[in-house]
Antibody, heavy 120, light 106 residues
């Protein structure tokens, strides 16, 4: 059974660094990809970046200078770190399994999300 | 970035046939996917590759389109379909989502 679960602090101060963990089960991180997607309260979804199965990473250029997505091994959690947080970074953060079908890439399983508030 | 434009809201009655549109600012081929999000829940994949029904999703849902214009159809609408529907493109970098169409009961 495929499952993803996000964990991390609910409150972070402006200018600090956010660290989130995505714990997965039911699939291999070398065969599938894990993306982070965020959603500000009452707003739409924003793709942040992806850890590909081969270990490489791609980021949304709008966040690239502040974002890092990593994992240690094929079985470990996937980590997100985002620095220099601003109040507008307040959002629910999801990790989602990505499926690449020829040239089409979509998210077939999602975690329940973790709400992160950036406030002093 | 590729901007995906959706109508913000749609009022429907159970039993109706409805279409939700998504227009891309540039060609995305068939790299368009649809998600349903109910309040307080994570998004759920409905349609991938513009027209392919995800396993386990009722056949009441269907998708069509290519290039820049796409449609999600629900026929017939049921009360449980009340949610926000997002389109997402994967043809251009970065992946982007539409702002969502909220389905409401008349």
């Amino acid at each position: 059974q495929v499952q993803l679960k996000e964990s991390g602090p609910g409150l972070v101060k402006p200018s600090e660094t956010l660290s989130l963990i995505c714990t997965v089960s039911g699939f291999s991180l070398t065969s599938y990809h894990v993306s982070w997607v965020r959603q500000p309260p009452g707003k739409g979804l924003e793709w942040m970046g992806v850890k590909w199965g081969d270990g490489s990473t791609a980021y949304n250029s709008a966040l690239k200078s502040r974002l890092s997505i990593s994992r240690d091994t094929a079985k470990s959690p996937v980590f997100l770190k985002m620095s220099s947080l601003k109040t507008e970074d307040t959002a629910t953060h999801y990790c989602a399994r990505g499926f690449l079908y020829i040239t089409e890439y979509y998210f077939d399983y999602w975690g329940q999300g973790v709400m992160v508030t950036v406030s002093s | 970035d590729t901007v995906l434009t959706q109508s913000p809201a749609l009022a429907v009655s159970p039993g109706e046939r409805i279409t939700i549109s998504c227009r891309a600012s540039e060609n995305v081929n068939t790299g368009m996917h649809w998600y349903q999000q109910k309040p307080g829940q994570q998004p759920k994949l409905l349609i991938y590759g513009a027209s392919n029904l995800e396993s386990g999703v009722p056949a009441r849902f269907s998708g069509s389109g290519s290039g820049t214009d796409f449609t999600l159809t629900i026929d017939p609408v049921e009360a449980d379909d009340i949610a926000t529907y997002f389109c997402q493109q994967s043809w251009n970098d970065p992946f982007t989502f539409g702002s969502g169409t909220k389905l409401e009961i008349k």
